[in-house]
């Protein structure tokens, strides 16, 4: 489940340093170079996310979110023994575990290879070995309606330039009235700065603006580059692409929960939502 520059404050440091980054631009992006950009990031960063965060997301468990909603107890995906799933943008494929252990027949895709790596490991260390493809996800190299399911935990969506391109591929593979369920960083997030303390309470960036986040080297290439989009562009993209919305779930911040993941802190979490949670299904 990656995340928005959300690492621990000492790996970030470390992949940024090891990329160059010296600055941050905001900056209109096109789908090369910010292709470039997170394929280099992630394969960077997939050794210090994993060792930050491998353990709350656990070897083979299904967690949609930093306040730890998990798939066993919402149920989001409906019963998926027998049916094909894909998980897009799958990091190390928990997930993708996770609903092989529930019975059902899945598949995870990476933009990055690092992450395929940890990805094969967990494999390897869980005994429950699913498929992996390393694929963008505006080019999801599967055949039409060759799947039951789809579903992205903090996968892929924040990292490329049209979302219509992503939800448009996913519904070519999902046969009909099949269900896309996807979880990312709530839009109004946006508007704060990326601190879990007092700091990220204040207002800094316009809602309404779009333009990409985008961190750069001496020579202003990206480094990383984070699309920014309002709950409204989700689902006018959603309905573009023949996908009907069902439910819009925003976790509260649950009691007892203290861990602090990047941006995402008790602090923040008991006064705003942090993710977005969009259940969806194919016309």
Do not use: K
């Not at 609903?99 to 933009?111: E, F, N």
């Not at 979302?163 to 999902?174: C, G, N, W, Y």
């Not at 995402?264 to 977005?276: D, E, H, K, N, Y």
Request: glycine residues 10%; contains cysteine.
């Amino acid at each position: 489940m990656p995340e928005p520059a959300a690492s621990s404050a000492d790996a970030t440091a470390s992949t940024e340093q090891r990329l160059g980054t010296t600055g941050v631009a905001h900056r209109d992006v096109g789908g090369a170079e910010a292709e470039s950009a997170n394929l280099a990031w992630w394969d960077t960063d997939a050794d210090d996310y994993h060792a930050t965060h491998g353990e709350f997301l656990g070897d083979a468990d299904f967690v949609w979110c930093p306040e730890g909603v998990c798939e066993e107890d919402a149920r989001l995906l409906g019963d998926v023994r027998g049916r094909r799933v894909l998980e897009v943008g799958c990091g190390q494929a928990a997930c993708s575990r996770w609903l092989a252990a529930a019975g059902a027949d899945a598949v995870g895709t990476d933009l990055s290879a690092g992450m395929l790596r940890h990805a094969r490991a967990g494999n390897d260390r869980t005994g429950v070995s699913v498929p992996l493809v390393q694929a963008n996800a505006e080019r999801l190299p599967f055949s039409d309606s060759s799947f039951d399911v789809a579903c992205s935990a903090f996968g892929a969506l924040p990292f490329v330039p049209s979302l219509e391109t992503v939800f448009a591929e996913v519904r070519r593979v999902l046969r009909p009235g099949t269900p896309w369920v996807f979880s990312v960083t709530h839009p109004m997030r946006w508007i704060f700065p990326d601190d879990p303390g007092p700091q990220g309470l204040t207002v800094t960036q316009p809602y309404f603006d779009r333009t990409p986040y985008v961190e750069v080297d001496d020579g202003g290439a990206a480094t990383y580059v984070e699309y920014h989009r309002t709950v409204g562009d989700y689902v006018r993209a959603l309905a573009a692409t023949g996908f009907a919305l069902e439910d819009l779930l925003e976790p509260e911040w649950p009691a007892g929960h203290t861990r602090t993941w990047g941006q995402w802190s008790p602090l923040r979490g008991r006064l705003f939502p942090g993710t977005a949670i969009f259940r969806t299904r194919r016309g």
